[in-house]
């Protein structure tokens, strides 16, 4: 019964790890909290952006604007959440079979442990939209904006089950955003083939990861090429009615596994890296501290930035360059971060590394999972609810997505607490118990 103790979960919630291992990576925790403010905040403005807007040229006028480059051209930093996947994956892999002997029954609790994790609280979500979602509120636009959430959720509910929900009917997929909880099992599951693989034989760890990472820069690229689709992804007004869903660019680059394999080997490779090197000192130059700022921050924000001219109406880039430009954008991205991450585990970053190992960001980080999976249905119900024009600026829009923040955090401690905390605790007791059984 202690599984469900609303106290003993929130001390769970907001327990200190002591653990060495756990202090020297809590600055992804920190990371994960910027980065899920940063999807809510995209996804507030998408919302805002489309709904009953007095001045629509705002709209128009941002693909000139370079602070608006962070909205438009901001979805490559989903590649954070792969790299930070891939790490924690390969570092307690091999953490792991370094003091028990290689079995695929590890393998499995693995998988099993996750899919366990990760579906219990997205089945709960699931379940009230596709049933409760659309008796919630009233409005002008009601049918139009949750009404297509609730159909596809009755229909399409079992695809985010099995995590399959990017690739099956992926213009009707029930909570658009979960596309990258399937992309993410689709890729654990590529990786512990790739880790398994390594393990068996060290030797050729180099050229596996060079292989995978090739591939997540050639696949990318390659489809870019094929299906000639745009350079960025054309975040105007009429495509954001849609939610993005109806562009070629959603189907074949944003949303499939396949096209983040990149991102998450760098993850794997940076784990490995961290794993054979976590007592030594690689940083200890000045020149190295200043070279990893100028790496760490120059390549994500180039890769933002570039929006600036690629949005041009005047640039028309050839099918070469978008390939080619598809095909790294996504990786540089995701290695700056994987860098930052290193960076931070070798103890420099000054400032920014202090602000990532803010205590109360560890805590704000533990159920930011949560503030994920709910965010997007509360974005849904504030737009169905809306009665009246709005004449968008920046203030108002800050406005908007600072009130979807403060709510969705309220709702994800309460998924967290009542779902995530339980399921965690029940799977850890049974899968306790089991092994156990099968040890006597």
């Known amino acids: 019964m202690q599984c469900f103790s609303i106290p003993k979960n929130w001390d769970r919630l907001s327990m200190v790890h002591t653990d060495p291992d756990a202090n020297q990576l809590k600055c992804m925790n920190g990371m994960r909290f910027f980065s899920m403010i940063a999807v809510v905040v995209c996804h507030s403005f998408m919302a805002s952006s489309c709904g009953f807007v007095s001045n629509p040229q ?3 006028k941002m693909t000139s ?13 989903t590649q954070t959440f792969f790299v930070m996947s891939g790490w924690l994956l390969s570092y307690h892999f091999f953490l792991t079979f370094e003091k028990v002997h290689f079995q695929f029954t590890y393998i499995l609790y693995a998988f099993v442990h996750r899919y366990v994790r990760l579906t219990i609280p997205l089945a709960v979500v699931v379940a ?3 049933t409760w979602l659309p008796h919630l509120a009233r409005g002008p636009v009601w049918d139009q904006a949750v009404g297509n959430e609730y159909r596809s959720c009755r229909k399409n509910w079992w695809a ?6 990017n690739y099956y009917e992926e213009r009707n997929m029930c909570l658009p955003h979960s596309w990258y909880l399937a992309a993410d099992t689709q890729l654990f599951l590529y990786s512990l083939l790739l880790l398994s693989i390594i393990w068996k034989n060290r030797r050729i760890a180099s050229k596996v990861f060079a292989a995978s990472l090739i591939m997540g820069v050639l696949v990318p690229g390659i489809l870019a090429y094929i299906h000639d689709i745009h350079i960025v992804l054309r975040a105007y007004p009429e495509n954001l009615q849609t939610r993005l869903v109806n562009l070629p660019e959603w189907s074949y680059f944003m949303v499939p596994g396949h096209t983040s394999i990149g991102g998450y080997t760098i993850g794997l490779i940076g784990g490995y890296l961290y794993y054979k090197n976590r007592n030594k000192k690689l940083f200890a130059k000045t020149y190295q501290h200043i070279l990893w700022f100028v790496v760490v921050f120059s390549f994500p924000l180039t890769v933002i930035l570039l929006g600036l001219l690629l949005h041009d109406d005047n640039y028309t880039p050839s099918s070469l360059e978008t390939a080619v430009y598809v095909g790294l954008s996504r ?7 994987c860098l930052m991450i290193f960076g931070f585990t070798q103890n420099i970053g000054w400032l920014v590394k202090d602000i990532v190992m803010i205590p109360d960001l560890q805590f704000l980080g533990k159920f930011s999972y949560c503030v994920y999976l709910v965010h997007f ?3 849904l119900i504030r737009s169905g609810h809306t009665r009246s024009t709005i004449y968008i600026s920046d203030p108002e829009m800050i ?8 709510i969705s955090t ?4 309460v998924l967290c607490l009542f779902v995530e905390m339980p399921t965690s605790a029940l799977e850890k007791l049974i899968m306790s118990k089991e092994r156990k059984s099968k040890v006597g």
Not at 65 to 77: C, E, I, Q, V
Not at 399 to 406: F, S, T, W
């Open 331 to 337: 990786n540089l991205y995701a290695f700056g971060m």
């Open 128 to 130: 009230i939209n596709a």
């Open 58 to 60: 705002y709209m128009e």
């Open 399 to 406: 406005h908007r997505a600072i009130g979807d923040v403060v």
């Open 160 to 165: 985010n089950l099995l995590y399959v929900n």
């Open 410 to 413: 309220v709702f994800g401690v």
């Open 65 to 77: 604007d370079p602070k608006a480059m962070l909205f438009l051209n901001g979805h490559t930093a």
């Open 377 to 379: 249905t509360i974005i």
